[in-house]
């Protein structure tokens, strides 16, 4: 599972490009209603999509369904105008993800439905009954609420197809990660796996012996960078003692291995061959590297480990009556004031516009990967009990406290698993929004009310 980003489920309630989230799950396409017998019009076409349709029923039943839940939550409504074009975009991209996953054959069954259900009462610690009794309270007819439970599992499905399932995250973005949480300078040790071919060169040899070597060498790397397989083109020409098995060195700490291998490793990707030959104290050398590793020996006191952050925050949004620059403004005058004496906690609680206000914009720990990049960078910049500058996200603006920070508990490996699950939802999410943004823009769409569109 993805790690929870804190500060996104923090601003979820009032956040409209959210709302799918916030109506529970996409609504379905309801049939076109014909003319009755006393005379009522068809419902009219908010939206075309491909071959399907997006009614003003559905807009204005979404639009009521997000305005009740941001009003239950404290959270600003936007105006009707802006609220429209919002909601009836996610719309667009739900009913273009539904086709998708059609073409694709994926399926949600009854079971899946029924689990998905009983899992949502029990978070609630509900039966699922009393939940029912509570939905259908809200003015969600259970049928309804049951579609769109199934409507979610299935773009969740889609994603995992197209785009979860084809992203990896190596060993060597794992150990850049956590070095980066240290803070400039600081850097995890990698373990390198290197195969090399050794040509020796005698000490004192005269300068056509060495000539000779560095030609050979040379034609050795022709070969290597050409097809040949290196392991094979070791155990035919290396002079090193690890021939036999095709000089493959094993994982090694770079203090293990000559200088010259680490630095060429530092431009080398798992795999590739270094590009000129190496000379070394033996001789020449053509050098392969196999992999790298988040390097694992040592104490667990010398081990990487990754930063948990307190923090807290105040949020002002752009774009609901707020310009950027007046938003900025008014967390400068407020940072002011703080620094003047004012609680923080208590400005949070007056103007932050974000879910976490009614605690004075506690976020209380984060671990990495957990809030968005421009929010964790500037988290990361700051010294216990300092103020960031107004610092812009996509929610908006927000002034950032660090209140301390602490190493994260678990074992090494359980650290590592965090931040490649951290890489890994990130990487995502990045080509999640590419491949939506494709999608869309392969798809035919007509939009049929008169609202300002917003920019996929």
Known sequence: MAIVNKLRWATLAASVASAVLLSAAPAMAQALKGQTAAGQTVDSVAAVVNDDVITMRELDERMGLISRRLQQQHAPVPPEAQLRSQVLNQMVLERVQLEKAKEDGIVVSDADVQKTLQRLAAANKLPLDV????????????????????????????????????????????????????????????????????????????????????????????????????????????????????????????????????KAAEDLRPGEVAPDVIRTDDGFEVMRLVDRRVGIGGSAADAPKLVQTHVRHILIRVGQGESEAAARQKLL????????????????????????????????????????????????????????????????????QVLGRRDAEGSVQQQMDLARQAIGQRKAEQAYSDWLRELRDSAYVQYKVDVPVAQQ
């Open 131 to 262: 939940y029912r009794s509570r939905i259908e309270g809200e003015g969600v007819p259970w049928s309804v609420f049951s579609s769109d439970a199934r409507n979610e599992l299935t773009l969740q499905k889609l994603r995992e197809k197209e785009v979860d399932s084809k992203v990896s995250v190596s060993d060597a973005e794992v150990a850049n990660y956590i070095a980066s949480q240290r803070g400039p300078g600081a850097r995890a040790q990698q373990d390198l796996r290197i195969e090399h071919i050794l040509v020796k060169v005698p000490a004192g040899a005269a300068q056509d012996v060495v000539d000779a070597a560095h030609k050979k060498a040379e034609a050795i790397l022709t070969q290597a960078t050409t097809g040949a397989k290196f392991e094979s083109l070791a155990k035919e020409n290396s002079q090193a003692a690890d021939a036999k098995q095709g000089g493959d060195l094993g994982f090694k700490a770079p203090a293990n291995l000559p200088d010259a291998f680490v």
């Open 333 to 400: 005058d407020i940072r002011q004031q703080i620094e003047a004496g004012g609680d923080f906690a208590q400005f949070a609680r007056t103007y932050s516009q974000d879910g976490s206000a009614s605690q004075g914009g506690d976020l209380g720990w984060i671990s990495p990967g957990e809030t968005v990049p421009e929010f964790e960078r500037a988290m990361n910049d700051l010294k216990d009990n300092e103020i960031s500058e107004p610092v812009r996200s996509e929610y908006g603006y927000h002034l950032i």
